[in-house]
């Protein structure tokens, strides 16, 4: 019977040579993983996203630049140098050099994936000598023979049909008895330049290659032991949760818990694979499991917090009982790829949050809006998920939510829609002490 195991690394989980070997000695330990899904090293991609951005002087691109090598190079020393790796990440460092001076000169979207993907291509290339170098055979598998997307660079979309059939053909005989090694993150247009698919993308692309693999499980090893009941770097008394659902861990991820990146749980639930998430830091103090169901399902489970979130309220006089204005007003907002999260409405107005910030919120969005429509826009704001289960069935769970809220300006309330969730908008300068409070109140230890 299949067991292949897909196994994701992080960007702190690859960070040195030390973090490597942990994750080397995971996968060795672990046979049934036949496939390492890599970030690029923490900071890395943070440092190439500024050389991208085209903005830097040339003082600053070259500091850029300097630490880029010297993460890179801390990883080679700890490896002895291997020749041929090091001239092939030299060379790469020289490449992201040209790259970034054209970036200065005429800063494009696709010249910007190019940079941004160097960072998983350099981590699974000293992986896969790390690896050697312990007497564990691996091979490196470039992603973008299979990962096709459109051309939507920095967000772009996979294709999954023909991910299915490359997979098939390319990936899974190379699975079928070593293990192998690819980039997270990455993927490529049909015309073969270089896709990125959205910060943090690494969980997604393990997911979806799971899928494809047919395989039995993903494993997504971080620096934490697991899903905390909110994030652990906020509330010090937030806790692992040993199992979660998929509707409830998908929840999370989608309002904020940064510990998966919002789409890593459509693959996996389309094909019913179990998603473990545990530290690379420490396998031994387990993780949490995400299956379809799970021996607990209590009414609040967790709390997910993502700041920097803008309302638009549209208002228009002659909106009462007219037809098609919110269809021209998603209309639009489609047309632009811009995506909606909460939703309330009144007799004249609509007011909605945006999940991708203001970038999105262009000149010419706000003009189109503004022919049918007042518009204002809000920024400052937070939004804060409950998640839980049977939340819209049970008396009394509103009343226990806002009760803890009771000095806080709450902008925008949506609940009902799903019995997993309870969302609010707040002032962004009091979202950490609410969730606090609200973890304090809602989910004691
Ligand atoms: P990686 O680089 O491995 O992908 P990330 O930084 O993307 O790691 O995600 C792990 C971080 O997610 C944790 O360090 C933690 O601060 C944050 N986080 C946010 N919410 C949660 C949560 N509910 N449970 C665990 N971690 C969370
Ligand atoms: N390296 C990419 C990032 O930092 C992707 C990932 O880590 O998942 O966003
Ligand atoms: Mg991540």
């Avoid at 809006?369 to 804060?384: R, T, Y």
Wanted: proline fraction near 4%; hydrophobic fraction near 45%.
């Amino acid at each position: 019977m299949n067991q292949l195991t897909v196994a994701k690394f992080g960007g702190t989980s690859v960070v040195d040579a030390e973090a490597m070997s942990r994750c080397a000695l995971i996968l060795e330990e672990n046979p049934n993983t036949r496939l390492a899904v890599l970030s690029a090293s923490s900071g890395v991609t943070n440092i190439l996203v500024a050389l991208a951005s085209g903005e830097q002087l040339p003082d600053a691109r070259t500091a850029l630049l300097g630490q880029l090598t010297e993460i890179q190079q801390g990883i080679l020393n700890s490896l002895d140098k291997p020749e041929m790796l090091t001239r092939h990440i030299e060379d790469i460092l020289v490449h992201i050099k040209e790259l970034s001076d054209s970036a200065a000169i005429s800063p494009t979207k696709a010249l910007h994936d190019e940079i941004v993907a160097q960072g998983e291509l350099m981590s699974t290339r000293l992986f896969v000598e790390l690896l050697r170098s312990r007497g564990t055979p691996a091979v490196w598998f470039d992603v973008r023979k299979v990962m096709r997307t459109d051309d939507r660079f920095s967000r772009a979309t996979p294709d999954l049909a023909n991910l299915q059939a490359e997979v098939e053909k390319e990936l899974a005989p190379l699975c079928a008895n070593q293990l192998v090694v690819t980039q997270g993150f990455i993927g490529a247009a049909k015309d073969g330049r270089t896709t990125t698919l959205g910060r943090g993308g690494s969980d997604f692309s393990a997911a979806l290659l799971a899928e494809a693999l047919n395989a039995v499980a993903v494993q997504i090893w971080t620096d934490v032991p697991g899903i905390y009941t909110t994030d652990p770097r906020l509330v010090t008394a937030a806790r692992p949760i040993s199992e979660i659902s998929f509707s409830e861990a998908s929840e999370m991820a989608t309002f904020g818990a940064k510990v998966l990146h919002p789409a890593t749980l459509q693959p996996a639930v389309r094909q019913q694979i179990p998603v473990f998430v545990g530290s690379s830091r420490a396998p031994e103090s387990g993780g949490t499991w995400i299956r379809n169901e799970t021996d607990s399902q209590p009414l609040f489970r967790a709390i997910a917090l993502r700041r920097n979130q803008v309302l638009l309220t549209l208002t228009n006089q002659s909106m009462f009982q007219v037809h098609g204005f919110l269809a021209e007003v998603f209309g639009i907002l489609a047309k632009h790829k811009i995506s909606v999260d909460l939703i309330t409405t009144s007799v004249i107005s609509v007011s909605l949050t945006l999940d991708s910030g203001a970038e999105l919120l262009t000149d010419e969005v706000r003009e189109e809006l503004n022919k049918h429509c007042h518009l204002q826009v809000e920024h400052d704001l937070a939004l804060i998920a409950l998640i839980g289960n049977r939340m819209s069935e049970v008396s009394g769970t509103s009343s226990q939510v806002f009760k803890a809220l009771i000095d806080v300006n709450v902008r925008m309330i949506c609940y009902g829609a799903s019995s997993h969730n309870l969302c609010f908008l707040i002032p962004e300068a009091d979202s950490d002490r609410v969730v606090n409070t609200l973890h304090q109140e809602l989910l004691p230890a």
